[in-house]
């Protein structure tokens, strides 16, 4: 069974890079059907999805934070990461990572969300 | 900027039924934006419960169902349970620019 576990910096200063991992345990992250990606919850709020990478390494991110984000894989390790630069008190969040999974079944495309990270906790302040 | 927009909160008796809606600005949605459901319960990560539309995991309660209605993806609750009380998002696929929206989160409450 797959799970997923991010870590990281729990607190970050305000203009600095925020950096967080997620680890894949139970299966690649180099199977193909797949993409990895990073959403957040800012608290007593809603979920912001960050982006996505596919296993080749294609990666697409949400408008609104395209200018600060990178997300990369490393395959050697199964894990996949989070870059998120000029952090500011807005960014505090909690940040979970997910699998999505792309299947066809009788001729129509599926597209689901599992599993997802338990999530962590990121705060921004100096 | 897209926005999906969901009712900010509903009430449903035990044993009642509860449709949650999930519109696109960009217009009517269809199955080709693949919309995923999602339950949330406080201190919890969120937890599939449909995907494409109307499609179950095998952890979904069978009172859960998806579809399609009036333009927009919905999800019902028959036979509500207090354990149902929680926050629902839903997660559209917008394929031109191949990224996702997460719905403003309908906060379901049992009473």
Known sequence: QLQLQESGSGLVKPSQTLSLTCAVSGGSISSGGYSWSWIRQPPGKGLEWIGYIYHSGSTYYNPSLKSRVTISVDRSKNQFSLKLSSVTAADTAVYYCARAGITIRLGATLIWFDPWGQGTLVTVSS | ?111
């Open chain 2, 1 to 111: 900027q897209t926005v999906v927009t969901q009712e900010p909160s509903l009430t449903v008796s035990p044993g009642g039924t509860v449709t949650l809606t999930c519109a696109s600005s960009t217009g009517a949605v269809t199955s080709g934006y693949y919309p995923n459901w999602f339950q949330q319960k406080p201190g919890q990560a969120p937890r599939a419960l449909i995907y494409s539309t109307s499609n179950k995991h095998s952890w979904t309660p069978a009172r859960f169902s998806g579809s399609l209605l009036g333009g927009k993806a919905a999800l019902t609750l028959s036979g509500v349970q207090p354990e149902d009380e929680a926050e629902y998002y839903c997660l559209l696929y917008y394929g031109g620019a191949q990224l996702y929206v997460f719905g403003t989160g309908t906060k379901v409450t049992v009473l």
